[in-house]
């Protein structure tokens, strides 16, 4: 037996008045979205007859969400964060946007104020016994011009696919650096090989993940903001090619552009030019930034970020 009230004159007004429709005070845009989301839950609730267990499941999942900080998390795996880079696409081509490296998701993991250097720098601390890996490429714009003076703002995960920081074993922006480009718009940095990453097997994402049958893996990537002066921002990553999740990322973040070469070598000539020993990995990546007079466009979308001010 379904029972509908939603369409009720009662029911209407009862929606307006607890998004604050009915009063002066308050944010106008708080209250619109408040209204619709509202107004979609009552209609959720009617249409898929949810029932009070259920109802009351949702909300408990909600602060099991908010207490292990995976609300960002959830966002990726169910493919929103996705969709808005989709939306941005398409609203670039509707304005004439185009060219340039691919926009892909931030996701949950960035911490602002890594140290920054010029041309080059190291991201790991030598804790972790990964492979070394070195990689280097150049930032340009969308005529091939080489762009001096942007900052490369890389971040990525150890070994056991966790980040600095949110891992709280590792060192201090470990995995974390910004490097200015020299005069030839170059980067280049050493690191380890990166693993992919799991979501937390006991987490809420990884529960409802579970539940539609889906796995919580990325495959192993390379996250990277990348801005330079009168140029458009980019939030992008690269994946690894060979990676057993590179087209079955539950982020959704891979895109045929972004998968970068990764090539192992036991060259030991080479890897005495590089000062190190043992098989090391090389990546080479460009980096091609749109061109924008536009403030706004210049600078990385608000979000609350750790460290962040
Ligand atoms: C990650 O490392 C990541 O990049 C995303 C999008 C989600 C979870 C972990
Ligand atoms: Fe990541």
Same mark, same amino acid.
Request: proline letters at 4%.
């Given at each position: 037996?379904?029972?509908?009230?939603?369409? $009720?004159?009662?029911?209407?007004?009862?929606?307006?008045?607890?998004?604050?429709?009915?009063?002066?005070?308050?944010?106008?845009?708080?209250?619109?979205?408040?209204?619709?989301?509202?107004?979609? +839950?009552?209609?959720?609730? =009617?249409?898929?007859?949810?029932?009070?267990? =259920?109802?009351?499941? @949702?909300?408990?999942?909600?602060?099991? &969400?908010?207490?292990?900080?995976?609300?960002?998390?959830?966002?990726?795996?169910?493919?929103?964060?996705?969709?808005? %880079?989709?939306?941005?696409?398409?609203?670039?081509?509707?304005?004439?946007?185009?060219?340039?490296? *691919?926009?892909?998701?931030?996701?949950?993991?960035?911490?602002?104020?890594? *140290?920054?250097?010029?041309?080059?720098?190291? &991201?790991?601390?030598?804790?972790?016994?990964?492979?070394?890996?070195?990689?280097?490429?150049?930032?340009?714009?969308?005529?091939?011009?080489?762009?001096?003076?942007?900052?490369?703002?890389?971040?990525?995960?150890?070994?056991?696919?966790?980040? +600095?920081?949110?891992?709280?074993?590792?060192?201090?922006?470990?995995?974390?650096?910004?490097?200015?480009?020299?005069?030839?718009?170059?980067?280049? !940095?050493?690191?380890?090989? *990166?693993?992919?990453?799991?979501?937390? *097997?006991?987490?809420? $994402?990884?529960?409802?993940?579970?539940?539609?049958?889906? #796995?919580?893996?990325?495959?192993?990537?390379?996250?990277?903001?990348?801005?330079?002066?009168?140029?458009? #921002?980019? $939030?992008?990553?690269?994946?690894?090619?060979?990676?057993?999740?590179? #087209?079955?990322?539950?982020?959704?973040?891979?895109?045929?552009?972004?998968?970068?070469?990764?090539?192992?070598?036991?060259?030991?000539?080479?890897?005495?030019?590089?000062?190190?020993?043992?098989?090391? @990995?090389?990546?080479?990546?460009? !980096?091609?930034?749109?061109?924008?007079?536009?403030? %706004?466009?210049? #600078?990385?979308? =608000?979000?609350?970020?750790?460290?962040?001010?």
């Amino acid at each position: 037996m379904n029972v509908r009230i939603s369409h $009720t004159a009662s029911a209407q007004k009862f929606l307006e008045d607890a998004s604050g429709l009915l009063n002066e005070g308050g944010n106008p845009r708080a209250k619109a979205l408040i209204y619709r989301i509202l107004r979609d +839950s009552v209609n959720i609730i =009617e249409d898929l007859e949810v029932t009070p267990q =259920e109802f009351w499941k @949702a909300v408990n999942y909600l602060n099991e &969400l908010g207490a292990r900080q995976e609300a960002g998390l959830l966002v990726a795996g169910l493919g929103l964060e996705h969709y808005l %880079d989709l939306l941005m696409d398409a609203e670039d081509a509707q304005a004439g946007k185009s060219g340039g490296t *691919p926009r892909t998701i931030e996701g949950p993991l960035y911490v602002a104020g890594a *140290p920054l250097s010029n041309g080059e720098a190291r &991201l790991d601390d030598g804790v972790d016994p990964g492979v070394v890996l070195f990689m280097q490429g150049q930032v340009k714009n969308t005529d091939g011009k080489p762009l001096a003076g942007a900052v490369v703002d890389v971040w990525h995960a150890n070994t056991g696919g966790t980040y +600095s920081y949110f891992d709280a074993s590792q060192s201090e922006f470990n995995l974390r650096r910004r490097i200015v480009t020299d005069a030839e718009g170059r980067y280049r !940095f050493r690191s380890i090989v *990166p693993s992919g990453y799991g979501c937390p *097997p006991d987490g809420p $994402t990884q529960q409802l993940l579970d539940q539609l049958g889906r #796995h919580g893996q990325r495959p192993a990537h390379i996250h990277f903001f990348i801005s330079a002066d009168d140029h458009r #921002h980019l $939030t992008t990553q690269i994946n690894l090619d060979g990676d057993k999740y590179l #087209h079955d990322d539950f982020a959704y973040a891979t895109r045929d552009e972004l998968i970068a070469k990764i090539t192992f070598s036991d060259d030991q000539r080479r890897a005495r030019e590089h000062g190190v020993s043992g098989r090391f @990995a090389e990546i080479e990546f460009d !980096f091609t930034l749109q061109s924008s007079a536009q403030p %706004d466009e210049q #600078h990385r979308n =608000e979000r609350v970020r750790a460290l962040e001010s």
